[in-house]
């Protein structure tokens, strides 16, 4: 994280209440794990971390890519191309309720700047325009989200002491369903009130 809240310390946190442990890794040894998150890339991308990105995937990884229209040096096109996936950045960013392919409304997500994706399956919509997608790549998949910003430190309570309100639990609950959809395949569904 970082002190003005902009950083994704809390969001790393959330991994492991998920069912996955975490480990921060560089390299050639960022396709050692069964899942690999990218948040917000902004380093260079060069051919042999692509290949090695889409043999990852190929073997069963899985992939989830969080960007964000905040991420001016977002270099998250170079990693998505080869699996037929990215976000479209030409028309700027969306805005608004987050929605599901059905068009039901995921309470509490009011979106306010995404990058619409191209290419996958949709996953969640604002006004019709897919900003999480995913793709089944061989035996893995890849999950984009374009709002990234929605869960950086600030947006996530700002410490992980804070005990959340109702607002801040459904929107973990869209961390968790993003989670779900990207590392264990499952659809993503409304979530119940007693969750």
């Given at each position: 994280?970082?002190?003005?809240?902009?950083?994704?310390?809390?969001?790393?946190?959330?991994?492991?209440?998920?069912?996955y442990f975490t480990a921060r890794r560089h390299g050639a040894e960022v396709t050692t794990g069964d899942a690999l998150v990218v948040i917000c890339p902004s380093g260079s991308v060069d051919e042999a971390y692509r290949q090695r990105l889409v043999e990852y995937v190929e073997g069963g990884g899985r992939l989830l890519v969080f960007d964000s229209p905040h991420n001016r040096a977002s270099t998250a096109n170079s990693i998505l191309w080869p699996f037929g996936l990215s976000f479209v950045q030409s028309f700027g960013p969306v805005a608004g309720k987050l929605t599901l392919p059905d068009g039901k409304a995921w309470p509490g997500a009011d979106i306010e700047a995404a990058w619409s994706v191209s290419g996958g399956e949709p996953l969640m919509q604002i006004d019709g325009t897919p900003v999480v997608a995913r793709v089944q790549f061989g035996k893995g998949t890849v999950t984009v989200v374009g709002f990234a910003t929605s869960f950086n430190d600030a947006a996530m309570?700002?410490?992980?002491?804070?005990?959340?309100?109702?607002?801040?639990?459904e929107h973990?609950?869209?961390?968790?369903?993003?989670?779900?959809?990207?590392?264990?395949?499952?659809?993503?569904?409304?979530?119940k009130k007693d969750t």
């Open positions: 994280g970082q002190e003005d809240g902009q950083g994704f310390g809390l969001l790393v946190q959330w991994i492991p209440r998920v069912g309570g700002g410490t992980w002491l804070q005990e959340p309100d109702e607002a801040m639990i973990y609950k869209l961390l968790f369903g993003l989670f779900e959809a990207a590392f264990d395949g499952k659809p993503l569904s409304m979530p």
